[in-house]
């Protein structure tokens, strides 16, 4: 990964108001599979069998499999060095905010603050019916809702469901301030969050390890993984 001194002087312009936005590719260097590479969960599953409202209400042992699988396999990963710079970048007050449409809790647990999940978070158990909340044992053990015997969800945002509004309202705000938004590990497939990085006035840099053709709209793109590239930038910084 070659990042140089002109590239990473987007990064370090005095009182840049920056902000992120990450995918699944933020957190496959902590053994998460992402969704669209070569090794991502929609190579293997059908999206819309495990991750739909329509899953959810027609096949829920499909969906409570995938779900716990996925639960399951967070308890043996942890932040990466990415996640950590990120951490201490917002402790030196480099940035403002990050949106991600991860739902892993990563960024919180390496200690950013202001964190906005526009997918919401995995961790977040909750009755599909009348919304109480639950616990993780709860739902691996595919116990019902102790309130109304309903069945137990994460709360995940559903291809179908709408995004958190405070989220995605917060998102756009700090998007549409910042001088500079860095984006990192995402396909940009998905709506609305792809939409994100183009509603800015200010710089934007992508950092990906697949650059597709469509990329060419940001100002600096980084083909690479995005924890040696943080780590490259930190050390310029
Ligand atoms: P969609 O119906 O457009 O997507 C259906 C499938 O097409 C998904 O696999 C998606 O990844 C893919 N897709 C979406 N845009 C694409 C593009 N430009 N090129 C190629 N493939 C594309 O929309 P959706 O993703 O199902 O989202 C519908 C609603 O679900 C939105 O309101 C969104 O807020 C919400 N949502 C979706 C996801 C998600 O993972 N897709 C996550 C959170 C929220
Ligand atoms: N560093 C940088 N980029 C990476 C890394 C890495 N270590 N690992 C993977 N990538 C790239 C992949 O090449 C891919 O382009 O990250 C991108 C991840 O894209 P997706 O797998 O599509 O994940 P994401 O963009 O987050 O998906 C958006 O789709 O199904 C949904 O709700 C789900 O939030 C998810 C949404």
Redesign the pocket.
Known sequence: VSVSQKDSCLFAVPDTFFTLLT???MS??SNIP????KE?W?RKID?RTV?TTQALEDHYDLFHEFYSRRINGLKKCSPHIGHEILAHWERRGFIQAIST??VDGFHKTAGNMNVYEL?GNIHDIRCKECHSVASEEQLLSKDSCIQCGGHLRPGVVLFGESLPENSWDASLFHIRKSDLVIV???????YP?SNLPQMTNGKTVY????ISRNRIQFDLVIKG???EVLRKVDELL
């Open positions: 995918g699944a590719g496959t260097e992402d969704f669209r590479s991502g929609w999206p991750a449409q991860n997918h990192i590990g995402t396909s940009l497939e998905v969050a950092i990906n390890t697949e993984k995005a924890g």
